[in-house]
C-alpha cells in the first residue's frame, strides 16, 4: 500500500503556559508534521513498520474528531486539533473543545481522593464503613470477612463488581450515587457487592471507584465538583475541566464506529469519579506533568512527593502491568509508563507519560474506535524517541 504524505495545517495551537497561540519553532513544527504521517499499529501485518497519515486512518476508522497534547521535557510542546466535534452542525474541533474523559477520570478522582488522606481525613488502610455516613457497605459472606479499604477501591484490588456504566440519555431520569451503588431504578447498573475477598487480586471495578466518591464527598462535606475544582483543577490550572455541561459549550458530541452519532449527542455519568469528567488533553498533560514533578520532589500543586510517591506505588499486579492508586504502570517492552485509558459511549482516550524522563501524550477522540489513538500515540513515541514504548511485533 502506497502512503501518501500530506503536511496538515493546524486549526490551533495552544501552549502550556495558557497564553495566547505563539509561533511554533521550525523544529516543532516538523516534529508535528512527522507525528501527523507516522501513525502505526503496534502488531504489523508483514514485515515492515507503516507510517499512516492520521487524516486518512480518522477517515478509515470513522473517527471524526481528534485532540491531541504532547509533552516534551516537562512541558506541553504542542497541543493540535482535527476534524469535528460536531460533524453534523459544522463545528470544527480545536484544543479548547471538550470531550469525555471516560475512565481517565479515575486517576483524576484518586489525586483527589489521597489529598484528603494528606489532610489526615482518611486513612488508606481503614474500613471504608469508617468513612461512608449517606450508605455503608453491605458486607456479604464473599468478602470472606475481610475489610475492604480505600487502597483497595483505588487500586481495583477490592474485590468488587460492576466493572463500567453506560450513562444515561441525556433525556432519562438520573439516578443518584446510593441508587447507583444499590442498583435501584432509575440505575441501570447491578448493584456494587462483593464477587471475591478483597485484597488477593485485579478486578477493575468503577462500581468501587464511586464507592470512593461518596467517600470523598461524605468526609469533605463539600460537592464532588466543588471539591475537584478547588483542591484539584484551580492549583493545576485545569480550566477545561468539568462534570456538568450543557450545549453552550465547545464539547464533542459521541460517535460510533459505524459513524453514526450517539442518541442526543452524548451520555451523562453521574458517576463522576469513574466515567464523568469532561476535559482537553492540554488539562490532562498538566496533570500528567505535575505526577512527574512531583515524584521528583520539585513540585507540590496538589500532593507533595510523600503523598504522590504513594500514589503511584504498585499494590496489585495486572498481567505485566502494576496497578498503583488509580495509576496503572503499564509495562512497554522493558520500561514502565504510568498510563490510564478510557472509553465512554461514543469516546475514547489514552494517556501515557514516562515516570522520570519528562515525557508524554494525551489522545481523545469522539470514536468508540480505539485503534486510532494508540496508533496516534505509536506515532508520538517514535517520532520523540521515547525508551522502549514502541517495539512493533510482526504477523504474517
Known amino acids: 500500500m502506497k502512503v501518501i504524505r500530506i503536511v496538515l495545517i493546524s486549526f490551533s495551537i495552544a501552549l502550556s503556559n495558557g497564553l495566547s497561540a505563539q509561533k511554533l519553532s521550525e523544529e516543532i513544527k516538523h516534529k508535528i508534521e512527522k507525528v501527523e504521517n507516522s501513525l502505526s499499529p503496534s502488531v504489523i501485518s508483514g514485515n515492515k513498520v507503516p507510517s499512516y497519515n492520521i487524516l486518512e486512518r480518522m477517515k478509515e476508522f470513522n473517527v471524526k474528531g481528534v485532540s491531541i497534547a504532547v509533552i516534551n521535557n516537562y512541558t506541553i510542546e504542542w497541543a493540535k486539533a482535527y476534524g469535528y466535534a460536531d460533524e453534523e452542525e459544522n463545528r470544527k474541533a480545536d ?17 483527589g481522593f489521597i489529598k484528603l488522606v494528606q489532610m489526615g481525613k482518611i486513612d488508606l488502610d481503614q474500613d471504608i464503613n469508617t468513612y461512608l455516613k449517606s450508605w455503608k457497605f453491605p458486607y456479604e459472606g464473599l468478602s470472606k470477612n475481610k475489610i475492604i479499604t480505600s487502597r483497595n477501591l483505588l487500586s481495583h484490588s477490592a474485590g468488587l463488581g460492576v466493572s463500567g456504566f453506560g450513562g444515561y440519555e441525556r433525556t432519562a431520569e438520573i439516578p443518584d450515587i446510593v441508587e447507583i451503588l444499590d442498583g435501584i431504578f432509575p440505575a441501570n447498573s447491578k448493584a456494587v457487592r462483593s464477587v471475591k475477598e478483597p485484597g488477593i487480586a485485579f478486578d477493575y471495578s468503577g462500581g468501587g471507584t464511586v464507592i470512593s466518591q461518596l467517600i470523598l464527598t461524605d468526609t469533605s462535606g463539600r460537592e464532588y465538583e466543588e471539591f475537584m475544582k478547588k483542591e ?17 459549550l465547545n464539547v464533542a ?13 452524548y451520555h451523562l455519568y453521574p458517576e463522576y469519579a469513574a466515567a464523568g469528567l469532561w476535559t482537553t488533553p492540554e488539562d490532562l ?7 512527574q514533578l512531583a515524584l521528583q520532589g520539585k513540585s507540590e500543586k496538589v500532593l507533595p512527593h510523600k503523598y ?23 509495562y512497554k517492552n522493558g520500561v514502565y509508563y504510568f ?16 515516570l522520570d524522563k519528562g515525557y508524554g501524550v494525551v489522545v481523545m477522540t469522539n470514536s468508540n474506535n480505539q485503534a486510532l489513538m494508540l496508533e496516534i500515540c505509536n506515532s508520538v513515541a517514535r517520532v520523540y524517541d521515547w525508551d522502549h514504548f514502541f517495539v512493533p511485533r510482526f504477523s504474517q
Do not use: W
Not at 484539584?232 to 456538568?244: G, N
Not at 499494590?315 to 498503583?324: G, I, L, Q, T
Not at 490510564?340 to 514516562?354: D, L, P, R, W
Open 95 to 111: 484544543v479548547n473543545t471538550l470531550f469525555q474523559a471516560a475512565s481517565i477520570s479515575k486517576t483524576i478522582n484518586s489525586l
Open 232 to 248: 484539584v483543577f484551580d492549583p493545576l490550572q485545569m480550566t477545561h475541566s468539568m462534570y456538568s455541561v450543557n450545549d453552550t
Open 253 to 265: 458530541s459521541g460517535y460510533y464506529t459505524d459513524g453514526k452519532k450517539v442518541k442526543g449527542k
Open 285 to 291: 498533560a498538566k496533570y500528567m506533568i505535575e505526577c
Open 308 to 330: 504522590m510517591k504513594e500514589r503511584f506505588t504498585p499494590v496489585v499486579n495486572y498481567n505485566e502491568s502494576k496497578v498503583a492508586l488509580g495509576v496503572f504502570l503499564r
Open 339 to 354: 498510563n490510564h485509558n478510557g472509553g465512554n459511549e461514543g469516546f475514547t482516550c489514552a494517556s501515557y507519560g514516562s
